[in-house]
């Protein structure tokens, strides 16, 4: 498997994943575009930070792509639909550099409000500027944070240890969370701001956050200091150098900017009382140590098929209940395989129901690959990643349904496919704990071993049909393996499935549908799974 990396994370990240096994390359160079369409052939995971811009076509192009990898919070710069469209985990590390990033807030709110880059630099010229900086105190002053997540909270609790007092605008948050910090929540962006002595900013950068902090903004704030260390973008830049220029804010502290590096014709950086820095929130080395290793962690279980804890465009599952859920995917899956294969027409809608013990888990990643299992025989290019987000796209109603009682086993998944006239179920369980079964198709009970060639062949329950079967395929060279034989009532309708060592030939289903007694013929291929032997 191949590792392309093209922002520079800790060696413990890439030393990590060589100790895996695999091939690591660095790239530092390639910025997005043409650049990473080229390097992205055979790669199976891209590690990023935020200066790589992960677009459509990159998706488009990456054939081999399981996983990107994104060493820090911040996904703005990948196009996470695509990814999804294209069945490409997106998986990012969001605690390590949390710390990293609230300290960084806590340095820089001091930095504006003490002038200390200023005097450095002055001091530096040698001038002893003693009498021109008079700053001012964050004790007893009003703190308004914008964005309690992560970032937030750790920003609240030291400003707060320090003397602030603490407001909040974050529309997605209870009172409760933002009282447990000890902070007003304020349901209006303007007061908030209005509110604050400092106002500090700690949300992602999405389309509704994008240019939230303009010119009437910052006109709230006025005579405050505005810190910024989450992403460009959210604040107006043009707008923020006026208002420090023209004194409506005492100062600004940035470390994020809309376009990184910062230009050097940037408004910003002629403007005495706007300290900043190159995007270095998350610059130290435990952070920079925690998400280069998390990062590798997430492509290691990406690579094994493993849940990949932070990932953001796939189900996740807890660590601890994987194990416990992990046959029900497999056994979901062929379900899912078999049930599409045997129901001819448009599929309009999938219900996958958990009976018994499997009902109480976090069944999310065992749906999405019973979904995967029914649209893979269609030929999509469907994964568990985008298999929920195909069946949208092509209006197909996905309903999950569970009951803790189960009448046969301790659990059963059950897939059942619409056509729009007519539906189909196949049932699957585990005897023993891991050891899967087809138990039920179309309401017949059967006890089917799903791997390999199988043959499903619906006819009437007469004499001498499953003779007439056996020596089709025998005369086609077509070994039979196991066979399982259903019936509704004596003389009616019944079902076989065989277990086969070779494929069955064309001639071979010809043959057989020429009989009377025989009403459907379907070759179903599987893989060969669970250490059986095709
Ligand atoms: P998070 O997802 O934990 O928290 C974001 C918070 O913003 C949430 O509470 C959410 O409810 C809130 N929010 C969303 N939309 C909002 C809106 N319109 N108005 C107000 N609040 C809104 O994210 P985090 O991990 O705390 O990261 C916060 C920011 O810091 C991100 O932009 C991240 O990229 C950035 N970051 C920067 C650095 C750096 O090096 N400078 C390091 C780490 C994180
Ligand atoms: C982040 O979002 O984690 C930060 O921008 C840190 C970074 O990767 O530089």
Redesign the pocket.
């Known amino acids: 498997m191949n590792v392309l990396v093209t922002d520079p994370i800790a060696d413990a990240g890439l030393d990590r994943l060589r100790e895996a096994g695999y091939t690591v390359e660095t790239d530092y160079d390639i910025e997005g575009g043409t650049e990473l369409i080229e390097a992205i052939e055979g790669v199976n995971a891209l590690i990023v930070r935020s200066g790589t811009e992960v677009s459509r076509d990159v998706f488009e192009a990456a054939e081999d792509l399981v996983i990107v990898g994104r060493a820090?919070?911040?996904v703005d710069n990948i196009d996470i639909d695509a990814a999804t469209d294209h069945g490409v985990i997106v998986a990012n590390a969001?605690e390590g550099?949390?710390r990293a990033?609230a300290e960084?807030t806590v340095a820089m709110t001091f930095a504006v409000a003490r002038s200390i880059p200023q005097a450095h630099g002055r001091l530096k010229d040698g001038e002893w500027a003693k009498g021109e900086f008079l700053g001012a105190e964050v004790n007893n002053k009003t703190l308004t944070i914008?964005?309690?997540?992560?970032?937030?909270q750790e920003v609240a609790k030291r400003l707060d240890s320090l003397g602030m007092d603490l407001v909040v605008?974050?529309?997605?948050?209870s009172q409760e969370r933002a009282e447990r910090m000890g902070a007003e929540l304020i349901e209006d962006l303007h007061d908030a701001l209005a509110a604050g002595d400092f106002a500090t900013i700690?949300?992602?950068?999405?389309p509704?956050?994008e240019g939230?902090i303009g010119e009437a903004e910052l006109a709230q704030l006025e005579g405050g200091y505005l810190i910024n260390?989450?992403?460009g973008g959210i604040v107006d830049e043009d707008a923020l150098a006026t208002a420090v220029d023209d004194g409506v804010l005492a100062g600004a502290a940035l470390?994020?900017f809309a376009t990184e590096p910062l230009p050097t014709d940037s408004p910003l950086l002629d403007v005495e009382d706007v300290v900043v820095t190159p995007?270095l929130?998350?610059s130290t080395e435990a952070a920079q140590e925690n998400v280069a290793t998390d990062t590798a962690d997430a492509v290691i279980a990406a690579f094994n098929d493993e849940p990949v804890i932070n990932a953001l465009n796939a189900p996740s599952v807890d660590e601890s209940a994987f194990p416990r859920i992990e046959p029900y995917i497999d056994l979901a899956e062929t379900a899912g395989k078999v049930a599409a294969q045997l129901l001819e027409g448009r599929i309009s809608r999938i219900e996958v129901t958990y009976e018994g013990d499997i009902a109480e888990e976090e069944i999310d990643l065992v749906t999405a690959s019973a979904l995967k299992g029914v649209f893979e025989p269609l030929e999509w290019q469907v994964n568990a990643v985008n298999a929920p987000q195909l069946a949208e796209d092509r209006g197909i109603d996905v309903v999950e349904s569970k009951s803790r009682q189960s009448e046969d086993f301790q659990s059963v998944v059950r897939v059942t496919v619409h056509n729009g006239d007519e539906e189909l179920s196949v049932e699957g369980t585990l005897f023993a704990g891991d050891d899967p079964r087809i138990v039920r198709i179309d309401g017949f009970r059967v006890d089917a071993v799903p791997y390999g060639h199988m043959l499903v062949a619906r006819n009437a329950d007469k004499p001498g049909v499953i003779g007439l079967i056996g020596t089709v395929l025998g005369d086609h060279d077509v070994n039979i393996a196991g066979m399982f034989n259903a019936r509704e009532v004596h003389g009616g309708e019944a079902i076989t499935v065989y277990n086969l060592d070779q494929e069955v030939p064309d001639a071979a289903v010809e043959e057989l549908l020429a009989d009377d007694r025989i009403i459907t013929v379907t070759e179903i291929t599987l893989d060969a799974a669970n250490g059986r032997e095709e």
């Open positions: 820090g919070i911040g969001p550099n949390v990033a960084h914008v964005g309690l997540g992560r970032v937030g605008y974050d529309p997605y948050i700690h949300t992602p950068l999405l509704e956050t939230m260390c989450a992403r470390d994020s995007h929130g998350a």
